[in-house]
């Protein structure tokens, strides 16, 4: 059964469409969903929440009905919002367990998940303290914890990274691979940075100004294009050189500049070749190796709005 | 875990050094998931602890624990004479009545709800926490209903805590028990009318703002001020011999109100100036006072209705 199933799903808004009949699927693992800002991404998570009313169409969640069972989705999915959500005054220990209570747990059970959870997510002594006072990456952590404390199904979570540092990012990624790996909980997961999707999901939908641009598996993105990149060093115009030797060979070469060469594959013999042309003109091989697609590109290839390639 | 190393004494558990921390890995919650109703009531709970600061930081107990001290000190000192000095005095019931006491004492009522309905409702809205409850299984109706009766409770024991302090005092004088009795329970219902009309008012002006000194501002004016001015055109009324006059300015002041309330059904001595004469004028302050309760609550349903998750 499918985590997520939509179909013909639209949400219009009195000046603006924000979902356009859109048909999507997402299986367990860890699933991104990209776009540009104001692509639908949100949209579409407070739908699945039942918390938006859909203007036509069907969804379902877990196998929940989103406009009729929404208390049966909420019980058993785990919701990560894009915003500061967290009272100053409170521990995050307290929160979470409050939290956890909220979901439906008792008050014992609550307080053992919130301890398990909060380790997990990797606040130590802090989670004692009020969370006013805690820095964004600590936030985003007692965040993550609130949505996992009930154990649910799938979590959803916006924008996880947003406003983190580098290594507060990598620590988040990491734990969001975690979750939907180890701890065996389907996870959808926002970004409008597409080179962190790439690391974490299996599987990525691209969303476009409320439309399926595309869905697949995160390999058929970084499938591999059918060239190679060859990088020569050793004369002033070294890949001038060798992509006319190649051309001369009957193979299609292209100098990039800056000593690259883009040589499209035609058989198993290809590399060879190259190999010997550069040993023939004197030139020294600096690297040979397959040139792989990123997600970034289906968006030049689509045309879609403005998204930050990284 | 225990079995195995009962079963296995030596072996591997005995060879690993004291003291360390295991992974234990995650481990999926297999137990009880509660319903809507025990949900609700542990909500309850936790917004009763909070509007005395439990459960939040030490700073946020001061005021409401203080402002319940200060609201205990005179009855303790009322019923400490009550007590010892009832023959010389020649005292045969409470020295202030438990109808009046809540106005004598209401700018600590109005302080302490004034604070807390910001602490409450304000903070779920100023810090977006609301849209964590939206997105559990609580319906949207019942997050409003239980916030209110988080605020309302808390009032009523500020309200209502002297007056059993003051009852008990008054059986330990040796008043009559039955008329003591059917005074403070007398007093009791006015505490709880006090508490949801205040707490209704409260919480609607701490929705509509999400800045906390507003809404604590805005609070206390209202309750203030209105008493104030009804006050004032009560004590012109008498004066210039137009109660009615004063009688439906009573109207407009929770406190008024209520005391209204309670003269009309339980035929307490009355704390204002003007207080509503006849069956019909005390029907109006009873009407008024579930009308504004239910009005409130469906003002709050509506405002919340109208938040983005």
Redesign the interface.
Known sequence: MAVIETAELTKRYPSVTALDALDVTVNDGVTGLVGANGAGKSTLI?IL?G??DATSGTARVLGHDVATEG??I??L?G?M?E????????SAS?FVV??G???????A?ARE?AA?VLR?VGLAEERYR?MGGYSTGMKQRAKLA?ALV??PRLVLLDEPTNGLDPSSRDDMLALVRKVGH???IAVLVTSHLLGELERVSDHVVVLDSGRLLRASATTDFLHATGSLVVEVQGKPDAERLLGQALVDAGLTARPEGGGLIEVVVKDEHTPDVVRDLTADLGLGLVRMQERHQRIEDVFREGGAGSVLPV | MSSQSETAPSGAAAQRPAGVIHDL?????G?????ER??AW??FL?GLRNTYGL???G??KVLPMGLIGVMLLPALILVGVLVQARDILDLDSQIVSYSTYPITTQVLISVFVASQAPALIS??LR???I?????????RPVYVLVRLASLTAGTFILVGSPLLLMYVGGILADLPLGRETLRFLGGIVGAALLAALLSGLAALVAALTTRRGMAVAAVIVVLLVSYTVVAAIQGIALGTGNDSVGEVAGLFSPYTLVNGVQHYLFDVRAATATPPEGAGMGLLYLLVTVLTVLASIGALIARYRRVS?
């Open positions: 407070k929440l918390l938006v208390a049966a909420r019980a999915v919701y919002p915003h500061d959500c967290l009272p100053a005054d409170v307290d409050h939290m209570q909220m979901s439906g747990l008792p008050y059970s998940r398990d997990h009020p609130q009930h154990d180890e701890f065996g | 890995g995650y481990r999926p919650y137990g009880p998931r509660l319903g025990p949900v542990s909500f936790t459960g939040r930081s700073r946020s903070r779920d810090f977006r926490t849209t964590l409850y939206l997105a559990r299984p609580m319906r998750p």
